[in-house]
């Protein structure tokens, strides 16, 4: 194995020293290079495809030609065919409080169904049993739309028109199937 040291008796090197002989060489830090902005800039990169990859996990795909059969008077109800009825008397009641508030003011139907559709999402894996979603009353298109969209979602086990603490005829409570196994002693 050959060594690239310079030859002392060339002419470069005589020449070399003669040019750089009075120059004090450096003294090298021994600093690392930043490795934190190659981090920064790796979790950029992933963040946004986290972020993408996070939503396409959270989307749930409503159907807008689907209408359930739902109640013509009283208030806004619903409970799913494996759940007690006890606690569609509970949401009532108010015994059961919100923990996430959904406020769809503003919102057209697309964007709503892409925010409840992250709300369930966030309240399930979170283990989250009640979220209240504000619709409003308004002209009443998402007030009507909003109770099919909800029923053909897999994790919403029940739901209920609020109790006007929580928004009353515009706002209905809705009862999230956790992952938590032992969440629902009536089934």
Same mark, same amino acid.
């Given at each position: 194995?050959?060594?690239? =040291? /310079?030859?002392?008796?060339?002419?470069?090197?005589?020449? !070399?020293?003669?040019?750089? +002989?009075?120059? =004090?060489?450096?003294?090298?830090?021994?600093?690392? /290079?930043?490795? $934190?902005? $190659?981090? $920064?800039? =790796?979790?950029?990169?992933? @963040? $946004?495809? @986290?972020?993408?990859?996070?939503?396409?996990?959270?989307?749930?795909? !409503?159907?807008?030609?689907?209408?359930?059969?739902?109640?013509? @008077? %009283? *208030?806004?109800?619903?409970?799913?065919?494996?759940?007690?009825?006890?606690?569609?008397?509970?949401?009532?009641? %108010?015994?059961?409080? /919100?923990?996430?508030?959904?406020?769809? &003011? +503003?919102?057209?139907?697309?964007?709503?169904?892409?925010?409840?559709?992250?709300?369930?999402?966030?309240?399930?894996?979170?283990?989250?049993?009640?979220?209240?979603?504000?619709?409003?009353? +308004?002209? +009443?298109?998402? =007030?009507?739309?909003? *109770?099919?969209?909800?029923?053909?979602?897999?994790?919403?086990?029940?739901? &209920?028109?609020? *109790?006007?603490?929580?928004? %009353?005829?515009?706002?209905?409570?809705?009862?999230?199937?956790? @992952?938590?196994?032992? !969440?629902?002693? !009536?089934?």
């Amino acid at each position: 194995m050959t060594t690239n =040291k /310079p030859d002392q008796d060339s002419d470069d090197y005589n020449l !070399f020293r003669q040019a750089f +002989g009075s120059v =004090k060489p450096l003294k090298q830090d021994k600093v690392a /290079p930043d490795r $934190k902005e $190659k981090l $920064k800039a =790796k979790s950029r990169v992933n @963040t $946004k495809s @986290t972020r993408q990859e996070r939503q396409v996990t959270a989307s749930f795909a !409503f159907s807008d030609i689907y209408q359930a059969v739902l109640p013509d @008077t %009283g *208030p806004m109800r619903y409970c799913r065919e494996d759940v007690s009825t006890h606690l569609l008397k509970q949401l009532r009641r %108010g015994d059961y409080s /919100p923990d996430l508030i959904l406020d769809l &003011h +503003g919102l057209n139907r697309e964007a709503a169904k892409h925010e409840l559709s992250a709300l369930l999402h966030t309240a399930h894996k979170q283990l989250i049993d009640c979220v209240a979603i504000v619709h409003g009353i +308004g002209s +009443g298109v998402l =007030k009507t739309a909003l *109770p099919h969209l909800l029923i053909q979602h897999p994790h919403v086990m029940a739901f &209920h028109q609020a *109790p006007l603490e929580h928004g %009353g005829q515009g706002a209905l409570l809705v009862l999230v199937e956790t @992952t938590e196994p032992d !969440f629902n002693p !009536f089934r």
